[in-house]
């Protein structure tokens, strides 16, 4: 009895040390115990560790290459007339803002005209669309609202064919707090702009979806307003709150303030449904519809991932065409 309590003993403390060496030994301990009757220490065969690869190198995100700055912008080869300020604004999300600010501006400026794109949504859907990359961006339009920093130093040259860019990046995000402790809070946007007017035949703004203090700035700072409608069942909803309170603002603050023109996007002429919104759109807002209206393309949707307008990416394609046509209008409107 005696014997198999030594042998459990030697057996236990053999269990111990290889439980030891697992844990502290670099080397990974194997035993091999074909009896299955405990491990013997003769039996324990050692299989060297793979070396653990060491961890890529990381990119120095400092790195980045400078964006332009006014200096470097081409002469203008033409005579600037009046400038049109004209807000594309819909307090509905996802109706086509964004892609309308982008591929307008564009088409305008492909077609020699000096345009200027200001990216008020802080979100900044209009600068990365553009290929604009955030992490070089020095200022944006926050500090030209909140630290009165000069668009002239905020200002991206030709990121296309005679457009400009006012880029955004997230610290917008907190501009609608921070302006409500601000002295004359709703014409931040009209001063800065101000020195833009003589400068660039168009200067478009791209709003957020919200009917907040951004979008005040932006309604102040408008001569006219393009507003977006996506040919679907939501379409008219929100539309009377927004027309609302640019009547207000027009009423207070910016009496020059109208509509001029309402574009319908994401249209389908395949569908009734979409027929019919666009029926009900043009009958409402009558000859303020645009006659052009913008199609749902898959083209469209993939433009804004390589940094291009829809006329860089797809210039043959129905949504480029589409643009091309709505910026014939926008010129025929004056």
Partial sequence: MGWFDSLKREKKETRAV????????????????????????????????EPVPAPP???????????????????????????????????KGGVGKSTTAINLSA??????????L???????????????????VRYCIYDAL????????????????GLDVVPATINLA????ELVSEMARENRLKDAIGPMRGRYDYVFIDCPPSLGLLTINALVAADKLLIPIQCEFYALEGVTKLLDSMKRVKTRLNPSLDIFGVLLTMSDTRTTLSRQVSEEVRKYFGKLVFETS???????SEAPSFGQPITQYDPAGKGAQSYVELAKEVIARG
């Fill in 18 to 49: 290889v439980e030891a060496e697992k844990e502290t030994a670099s080397p990974v301990a194997v035993a091999a115990d074909d009896d299955n009757d405990g491990i013997d220490v003769e039996d324990i065969q050692v299989i060297e560790r």
């Fill in 57 to 91: 190198e990381i990119e120095d995100q400092s790195r980045v290459v400078p964006l332009k700055t006014l200096a470097d912008k081409k002469p203008v080869t033409h005579v600037v007339g009046q400038t049109k300020v004209v807000a594309i604004i819909n307090q």
């Fill in 107 to 116: 088409a305008l400026g492909e077609r020699g005209k000096q345009v200027l």
């Fill in 118 to 136: 200001i990216d008020l949504d802080p979100q900044g859907n209009s600068s990365s669309g553009l290929g604009i990359e955030k992490g070089a």
């Fill in 146 to 161: 909140l630290n009165d920093v000069a668009l002239d130093d905020i200002i991206i040259p030709d990121v296309s064919p």
């Fill in 174 to 177: 907190g501009a609608e707090v």
């Fill in 294 to 300: 913008i199609p749902r393309t898959v083209k469209l």
